[in-house]
């Protein structure tokens, strides 16, 4: 069984910075995409970045693109997420996901397994 376990999440003032990690276990997670994901009170689950399984191609949403960095180290079965410059607007339960493919993609579906969630706080 895959899980996946978020951590680094909490509140922070506006133009800090936080490091998400998510380590994953229950697969080879070298042969996997993972990607991040973000929730916010009453809004849909969205997509914040990806990186493909040997971690050359990265993806990010336009909101987030230049203050936050996606990486991975395979060996540690751990994927990162670097969160600088963060806004109000980055408030919200954070997700990592495991992808059903090597290559990065954006969309929910192309994710088979999610973790628990870590909360991240932007206080104004």
């Known amino acids: 069984q895959v899980q996946l376990v978020e951590s680094g999440g909490g509140l922070v003032q506006a133009g800090g910075s936080l490091r998400l990690s998510c380590v994953a276990a229950?697969?080879?997670?070298?042969?996997?995409?993972m990607g991040w994901f973000r929730q916010a009170p009453g809004k849909e689950r969205e997509f914040v970045a990806a990186?493909?399984?040997?971690?050359?191609?990265?993806y990010y949403a336009d909101s987030v693109k230049g203050r936050f960095t996606i990486s991975r180290d395979n060996a540690k079965n751990t994927v990162y997420l670097q969160m600088n410059s963060l806004e109000p607007e980055d408030t919200a339960t954070y997700y990592c996901?495991?992808?059903?493919?090597?290559?990065?993609?954006?969309?929910?579906?192309?994710?088979?397994?999610w973790g628990q969630g870590t909360q991240v706080t932007v206080s104004s």
């Open positions: 996901a495991g992808g059903r493919y090597g290559r990065a993609e954006i969309t929910l579906d192309d994710y088979a397994y």
């Open positions: 229950g697969r080879t997670f070298s042969n996997y995409a």
């Open positions: 990186i493909s399984y040997k971690g050359v191609r990265t």
